[in-house]
Antibody
Framework: QVQLVESGGGVVQPGRSLRLSCAASGFTFKYYGMHWVRQAPGKGLEWVAV????????YYADSVKGRFTISRDNSNNTLYLQMNSLRAEDTAVFYCARGTWLDSSGWYFDYWGQGALVTVSS | DIQMTQSPSSLSASVGDRVTITCRPSQNSSSHLNWYQQKPGKAPNLLIYGASILQSGVPSRFSGSGSGTDFTLTISSLQPEDFATYYC???????FGGGTKVEIK
């Protein structure tokens, strides 16, 4: 069965860096685009970033552009999110999600990880 | 940028009620609209994609309709396990709506 397992969350001071990982299993990872979505405490969902199945394209939300970098290792079925210059407003649960693209429907996120909590605080 | 407006932001309903949630993108979205359910402390779960296509394994009491700038998620007969927060998502910009919390009356 499809599994996505995030790791790397924790407490970090403002201005510091953190890298999240998402280990994928149960499907052919190299065939799918992958996304990061975050949710601040008590708030709604915010899309963060996407990477194409082969890593050829990457796109970011304006709120993280220039600070976060999405990447993947298809040989190890792992997705990453490198987060630099972290701010208090980046405090959130970060989810990785498998993206399925259909020309007729666009993207949909059919599998999600359990989430990793990132707390930015001094 | 596309803005996604969901209404209501919350509602109270009883088991067996018919519930309707609306999502209005600020731009024509054709049929590029998804719906997710999220329970407290859990990851979101895909319910509907392509505005009206039921994801495998999702009960048939959930249905989606609409196109352009007016979309609806309907739960035909609310069950105890359906009390949750529901989000729409524009499928090209992947922008989420603000959510609708469905609570027990």
């Amino acid at each position: 069965q499809v599994q996505l397992v995030e790791s790397g969350g924790g407490v970090v001071q403002p201005g510091r860096s953190l890298r999240l990982s998402c280990a994928a299993s149960g499907f052919t990872f190299k065939y799918y685009g992958m996304h990061w979505v975050r949710q601040a405490p008590g708030k709604g969902l915010e899309w963060v970033a996407v990477i194409w199945y082969d890593g050829s394209n990457k796109y970011y939300a304006d709120s993280v552009k220039g600070r976060f970098t999405i990447s993947r290792d298809n040989s190890n079925n792992t997705l990453y999110l490198q987060m630099n210059s972290l701010r208090a407003e980046d405090t959130a649960v970060f989810y990785c999600a498998r993206g399925t693209w259909l020309d007729s429907s666009g993207w949909y996120f059919d599998y999600w990880g359990q989430g990793a909590l990132v707390t930015v605080s001094s | 940028d596309i803005q996604m407006t969901q209404s209501p932001s919350s509602l109270s309903a009883s088991v067996g009620d018919r519930v309707t949630i609306t999502c209005r993108p600020s731009q024509n979205s054709s049929s590029h609209l998804n719906w997710y359910q999220q329970k407290p402390g859990k990851a979101p779960n895909l319910l509907i994609y392509g505005a009206s296509i039921l994801q495998s394994g999702v009960p048939s009491r959930f249905s989606g309709s609409g196109s352009g700038t007016d979309f609806t998620l309907t739960i035909s007969s609310l069950q105890p396990e359906d009390f949750a927060t529901y989000y729409c998502q524009q499928a090209l910009s992947v922008t989420f709506g603000g959510g609708t919390k469905v609570e027990i009356k």
